[in-house]
């Protein structure tokens, strides 16, 4: 049995969120997707910037972070895209096999 992970990334807007996260659910790279809108504030280029942002949190298992990594980079708009692995230390029996039922 294989472990879940949750990868965390943001996307400049909703267009470009979806677009990405229904690629990765039809290439089996990620179980489950929620997407939710925020206002972003960061350092780039020697400013600080404010902007609004998606923020998805992918479902997925630990064996295929490296290909979901690479995957997200081809898709990702930005060009330094925040793509963080989160391990899950607990999580639910009931969800974890289902995890793990619909991804290769």
Partial sequence: MGDMVLVYTTFPDWESAEKAVKKLLEEKLVACANLRE???????KGSIEEDDEVGALLKTKVELWKTLKERLRELHPYEVPAIIRVDV?????????WLLEVLP
Avoid: I, M, P
């Fill in 38 to 44: 925020h206002k972003a504030f960061y350092w780039w």
């Fill in 89 to 97: 230390d607990h999580v639910s029996s009931e969800y974890l096999n």
